[in-house]
C-alpha cells in the first residue's frame, strides 16, 4: 500500500473515533446542565423556605412572649376588638 492511503485510512479511523468519543460524551452533558439548573432552582427554593422558617420562628416567639403581638393577631384574625372600641366592617360594593 501506499504511505498516502495509509495516511487516509488513519485520518478516517481518527474521524470516527473523535465521532463516537462525541456520541458518547454529549448525552453526558446535557444531562449535566440539566442537573445544575435544577441545583440552581432548589437552591433558590430552599433561601425562600429558609427566611420563611426564620420569618415563622420570629412571629412564634413574639406571639408566645409579647402581649401587643398576640393582641394584633386575634385583631386581624378573629376580628376581636376592646369593648369600648367602634368596629367597622369593609363592605365590598357589588
Same mark, same amino acid.
Given at each position: 500500500?501506499?504511505k498516502g492511503l495509509r495516511l487516509g485510512y488513519w485520518f478516517w479511523i481518527g474521524v470516527?473515533?473523535?465521532?463516537?468519543?462525541?456520541?458518547?460524551?454529549?448525552?453526558?452533558?446535557?444531562?449535566?446542565?440539566?442537573?445544575?439548573?435544577?441545583?440552581?432552582?432548589?437552591?433558590?427554593?430552599?433561601?425562600?423556605?429558609?427566611?420563611?422558617?426564620?420569618?415563622?420562628?420570629? +412571629?412564634?416567639?413574639?406571639?408566645?412572649?409579647?402581649?401587643?403581638?398576640? +393582641?394584633?393577631?386575634?385583631?386581624?384574625?378573629?376580628?376581636?376588638?376592646?369593648s369600648n372600641e367602634i368596629t367597622f366592617k369593609k363592605v365590598s360594593a357589588e
Amino acid at each position: 500500500m501506499e504511505k498516502g492511503l495509509r495516511l487516509g485510512y488513519w485520518f478516517w479511523i481518527g474521524v470516527g473515533l473523535v465521532a463516537l468519543a462525541v456520541a458518547w460524551l454529549l448525552p453526558g452533558f446535557s444531562e449535566r446542565r440539566e442537573l445544575q439548573e435544577e441545583l440552581i432552582r432548589l437552591q433558590s427554593s430552599h433561601e425562600e423556605l429558609t427566611r420563611e422558617v426564620n420569618d415563622l420562628k420570629a +412571629e412564634r416567639q413574639a406571639l408566645s412572649e409579647d402581649p401587643l403581638a398576640i +393582641e394584633r393577631e386575634a385583631r386581624r384574625t378573629l376580628g376581636f376588638s376592646r369593648s369600648n372600641e367602634i368596629t367597622f366592617k369593609k363592605v365590598s360594593a357589588e
